[in-house]
């Protein structure tokens, strides 16, 4: 059965720093990538960064690259925030992709963790 739980979610100022962390268990070994996603109110999923099996490929959207980086270490995945922005504000979700799709597609994914709130504003 896999689990994903995040936590690490705050309220920060605008130019401050936040990392979130996903603890997994029970995912397949043969999965495709992990990734982060996000969601505000009356706005779709968004892909923000994805991460291949043993880190050998990252991708970002185009609104965080450059601010957010993803990392995995054993059965944590990380999102380290920085220069954070009042648009980064959402609920941020990790999840696992175990078949064909992309990278930042939310269709692409089969589990999810249940979501860490993050708030920016000053």
């Known amino acids: 059965q896999v689990r994903l739980v995040e936590s690490g979610g705050d309220s920060k100022q605008p130019g401050g720093s936040l990392r979130l962390s996903c603890e997994t268990s029970g995912v397949p070994r043969s999965y495709y990538s992990m990734a982060w996603f996000r969601q505000s109110p009356g706005k779709d999923r968004e892909g923000v960064a994805a991460?291949?099996?043993?880190?050998?490929g990252k991708y970002y959207s185009e609104s965080v690259k450059g601010r957010f980086a993803i990392s995995q270490e054993n059965n944590m995945l990380y999102l380290q925030m920085n220069s954070l922005k009042p648009e980064d504000t959402a609920i941020y979700f990790c999840?696992?992709?175990?078949?064909?799709?992309?990278?930042?597609?939310?269709?692409?994914?089969?589990?999810w963790g249940q979501g860490t709130q993050v708030t920016v504003s000053s």
């Open positions: 999840a696992v992709r175990v078949g064909i799709g992309s990278m930042l597609a939310p269709s692409a994914y089969t589990y």
């Open positions: 991460i291949s099996p043993r880190g050998t």
